[in-house]
């Protein structure tokens, strides 16, 4: 998995060209692609004639399979599957149309403006970095035009967040962070759902042992899900 993550990055800087996919592998089966049928219809309103939204966390198979292909058709970064802890959320509107896709898994090792806002030192990074998560993908649908509905998502999502994973994996969360490429996108979302814009990434991979492969530069942004969220972070084991 380390390796196709690092072709995957080399394939994106323009160092080479891979092969169309033709496989996935889960686990140690191989599976193929296959399209999931959804509808494609523009949705162009304001948000308040699609409320209330329907916030559904990822269970069945028949959700996960839309969920995967959504992202590996529409998302620039794609799809490759979810390892450790994570979250997957799709959001529909009131006529039950998936409008968004929304995964969250592990928070970064180290990133020093997080880890400096925070107040962390290396000992109370490894206790504390298992309450936070990293808000991977975000996607609004292609054919989806609704102004404020990806910061209205977000502000939805971070109410229950917490406790969908205190269920689901027996301890909550305390922080939420995301990482917006600054050449690609201006963070709008993210601001206008509260979240703190604490630095930036220095352009490395975390793959990048010498120094040498350079990647876009990120904007980090941060979302506390409860007032002592600092101190949650660094005394709970």
């Not at 709008?188 to 040498?212: E, F, K, L, M």
Request: hydrophobic share 40%; with cysteine; charged share 20%.
């Amino acid at each position: 998995m380390a390796c196709r993550t690092m072709l995957l990055k080399l394939e994106r800087l323009g160092y080479l060209r891979l092969p169309a996919a033709r496989t996935v592998g889960v686990g140690n089966v191989i599976k193929k692609r296959t399209p999931v049928a959804h509808s494609t219809t523009e949705i162009i309103c304001s948000l308040r004639e699609l409320v209330p939204l329907r916030v559904e966390a990822i269970q069945s198979a028949e959700s996960s399979r839309l969920f995967k292909h959504l992202l590996e058709e529409y998302h620039y970064l794609g799809f490759n599957g979810t390892v450790g802890e994570n979250m997957k959320y799709m959001v529909y509107d009131n006529q039950q149309r998936p409008l968004a896709c929304l995964l969250f898994g592990s928070a970064a090792w180290r990133i020093a403006p997080r880890d400096e806002w925070i107040g962390w030192d290396s000992t109370t990074r490894q206790k504390g970095l298992h309450l936070m998560t990293n808000n991977m993908r975000f996607l609004i649908l292609p054919w989806v035009r609704v102004p404020h509905l990806a910061s209205h998502s977000l502000a939805n999502i971070a109410k229950r967040l917490s406790d969908d994973w205190l269920q689901k994996y027996g301890h909550p969360i305390y922080l939420l962070e995301t990482f917006v490429e600054q050449n690609r996108f201006q963070g709008t979302c993210y601001r206008a759902a509260n979240w703190i814009h604490v630095g930036q990434t220095q352009g490395r991979s975390r793959n990048d042992t010498y120094s040498t492969l350079h990647v876009p530069i990120k904007n980090i942004y941060l979302y506390p899900l409860t007032l002592k969220f600092k101190e949650e972070l660094s005394h709970e084991t």
